[in-house]
């Protein structure tokens, strides 16, 4: 029995292909809107766990300025020496790493090709504190450090930009006015979750760039790697007293640096991309229950339109039961169709926005489940209204409807 | 014999026999009617706007009888027939079917009752558009719970029988008014009923269509013996009949047999 009412609500949907097709729209496009939405959602806070595992270690950086925010200059603020880095180092426990970091925009010049990057002037402390791994030569040497030696290790993205498939190492490049060995080649970490390309790098050391590049002896940033284990709220606490004592602020004075945790702040970020991806999930349910109320009018519409049918089926002797399944599988058929037109759709549009997007697309089994079968539900809450009132038409005058 | 009574029991899912069996045969023999009527009334509304479309009727019909029902618009004709299909109850009076007490059915009762033993032709046709002729006279089996082989073989027997051999795959709106009815005929007559009810079931069709529809109908009743009862308002169609019964303002009028003569006995359809 249940077989031939699936084959009757089966043969009614085909009967009306067009009608059946306008009534699971709304379903189709909410089931595609939830998946959607949430495996982009998965695929952003995914992104963004990356780029915090990427950091290693819990990384703080201290940089100059009042506070961080909008409004707040930070031109007045005094940068920082590099003697800095030496008394961090000593001073201050729970800390795996301590480096310098000055930062300056650079054309780079090899092989008779131009390719503007970011110099960075630091010590070899920066390839632990940034978790950076070395592919290929080596780090710097001390006397290199000291004495400001004209070498460098750079990103995959120059050495490709520069050497095309070739070994960069032991090869000059020009930067400004001077020649600079390559050393070294970083190993690569792709894009940043806010789709920066991290190996378009170049790094100096400190001296190197302070001479040749900047020209003065100020550090724009100091980069602090923690151990693991150690307890990020008292290095941060000791770290502020240190920094306070060594640019001599007064107790009654503001603090003219900020030490941000980029752990905390990587979660922030995720945690917000998740909180952004219940509520368009939530948004795209709503769509969802829209499409519901769809199927109803239309399974209302078509119970009127089909009265006189309904009057000879119950002439016939089908019980009321039949009748009211016969309704209910064909919104239930409906629905569930929906709901995998809905999916297949979400599919294709996840894998092409999350391409655009530049984010990992990540199948997620559980929502493409549970949005079909809510369709599949959707389909037996609003269907069931106007089946029982198909069901329960008096066949005498369901028959004398016009 | 008691195998004649119909237990309620067997409206409950357990599928009864079928047709006319043994059992209406020695019914007949016995003169035991397959439907009785007794002091049945029907009244339509409540309160001021109540109207009484049927004020006791008393009426046998013998297994194997062709009965035209007739009489002027508005007597109530309709309404005694939807009460013999077991489409409505009557508001008071018996009506016994095969021995069982109809008024006293359930809604789902009273469809299994339909669907085993009563075939309807109705005045407007009422097949389902867009379906084929073969479709449309599956459909009782369907609820039947008839395999899908069996029910296209029975519905093409049906459709032949009807002469609609060759026409199953046409939907109703390829059909002409005599072919859509002649599939409704079949429709009736796939689940082979005992009884078949057609209220006006030349209405809508020329003389010519309507004789056709009639010497069918003669045919079923002659050769397999099914029960036919048909509202008519001509008496055209009426002398294909045996019995003719006239109803006037919820009473039956006149009850007589033809080709014998006619038997004019005024609201006692037993004597
Ligand atoms: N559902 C209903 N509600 C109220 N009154 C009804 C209803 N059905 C029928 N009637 C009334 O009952 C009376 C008998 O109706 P019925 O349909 O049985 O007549 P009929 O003999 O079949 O007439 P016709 O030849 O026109 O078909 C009519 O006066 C009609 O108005
Ligand atoms: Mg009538």
Request: charged content about 20%.
């Amino acid at each position: 029995m249940l077989l031939n009412t699936l084959l009757l609500a089966l043969r009614e949907i085909r009967r009306n292909l067009m009608r059946s097709f306008l009534t699971i729209l709304g379903i189709v496009i909410g089931v595609a809107a939830v998946i959607t939405m949430v495996t982009l959602g998965n695929g952003a806070t995914r992104a963004v766990q990356d780029q915090i595992s990427s950091l290693g270690s819990n990384l703080l950086m201290v940089l100059p300025g009042q506070r961080l925010g909008p409004g707040m200059p930070t031109a007045g603020a005094p940068l920082f020496k590099e003697a800095d880095v030496e008394a961090i180092a000593s001073q201050i426990g729970g800390i795996n790493a301590v480096a310098p970091e000055v930062r300056a925009a650079v054309t780079v010049v090899a092989n008779g090709r131009n390719w503007s990057t970011s110099v960075t002037g630091t010590s070899n402390a920066y390839f632990e504190t940034n978790n950076w791994r070395i592919a290929g030569g080596r780090k710097f040497e001390d006397n290199e450090e000291r004495a400001g030696a004209a070498v460098c290790v750079i990103g995959e993205t120059v050495r490709r930009e520069l050497f095309g498939t070739g070994s960069p190492l032991g090869e000059h490049v020009r930067v400004k006015q001077f020649s600079c060995e390559v050393i070294g080649l970083l190993a690569s970490k792709g894009q940043s979750a806010m789709g920066r390309d991290q190996d378009d790098v170049v790094v100096m050391p400190l001296h190197t760039v302070q001479r040749r590049v900047t020209g003065n002896q100020r550090v724009n940033t100091l980069l602090v790697s923690l151990l693991d284990g150690s307890d990020t709220e008292r290095v941060k606490a000791s770290l502020t007293d240190l920094m306070r004592e060594r640019r001599k602020l007064a107790d009654n004075e503001d603090d003219n640096f900020n030490v941000l945790d980029t752990k905390q702040l990587a979660e922030t970020l995720s945690g917000t991309t998740k909180v952004m991806t219940m509520l368009l999930g939530a948004v795209a349910a709503v769509s969802l229950l829209v499409g519901g109320i769809g199927i109803m009018n239309i399974m209302l519409v078509s119970v009127t339109e089909r009265t006189r049918e309904i009057g000879v089926r119950l002439a016939i002797g089908a019980l009321e039961r039949e009748v009211l399944l016969q309704f209910l599988i064909e919104a239930v058929v409906l629905a569930a169709l929906g709901g995998l037109v809905g999916v297949a759709l979400a599919t294709i549009a996840s894998i092409v926005l999350a391409d655009v997007m530049q984010i990992p697309y990540l199948f997620n089994p559980t929502i493409n489940l549970v949005s079909f079968l809510f369709s599949a539900g959707i389909g037996v809450v609003f269907g069931y209204f106007p089946a029982r009132r198909a069901a329960q038409l008096d066949p005498i005058e369901a028959l004398r409807h016009e | 014999m008691t195998a004649t009574v119909l237990s309620r029991s067997a409206l409950d899912g357990a599928p009864p026999a079928r047709g006319m069996d043994d059992a209406d045969a020695a019914a007949v023999a016995q003169g035991t009617p397959i439907i009785r009527l007794r002091g049945v009334t029907k009244v339509y509304g409540q309160g001021q706007a109540a109207f009484q479309a049927l004020k006791g009727v008393d009426l046998d019909i013998d297994s194997g009888d062709f009965v035209a029902v007739m009489g002027p618009s508005g007597s109530g004709k309709s309404t005694v027939m939807n009460l013999l299909g077991c489409l409505d109850t009557p508001t008071s009076g018996e009506y016994r079917f095969r021995g069982l007490h109809v008024e006293r059915l359930s809604r789902d009762q009273r469809a299994r009752l339909r669907r085993q033993y009563l075939g309807f032709v109705f005045q407007g046709f009422n097949l389902l558009a867009r379906t084929s002729a073969q479709e449309n006279v599956e459909l009782p089996l369907l609820y039947r719970g008839q395999r899908t082989a069996e029910r296209h073989r029975a519905a093409r027997e049906a459709l032949a029988s009807v002469g609609l051999a060759g026409w199953e795959h046409h939907t109703p709106a390829e059909l002409s008014g005599g072919q859509q009815q002649r599939v409704a005929i079949a429709r009736a007559l796939v689940t082979s009923p005992a009884v078949l009810l057609a209220d006006e079931p030349t209405g809508n069709l020329d003389t010519q269509r309507s004789r056709e529809i009639m010497d069918l109908l003669c045919t079923l009743n002659r050769e397999r013996g099914i029960t036919v009862l048909m509202v008519t308002h001509e008496s055209d169609m009426a002398a294909y009949a045996k019995r003719v019964v006239h109803f006037v303002d919820g009473r039956v009028d006149s009850d007589w047999r033809q080709n014998s003569a006619p038997r004019i006995d005024a609201g006692r359809g037993d004597t």
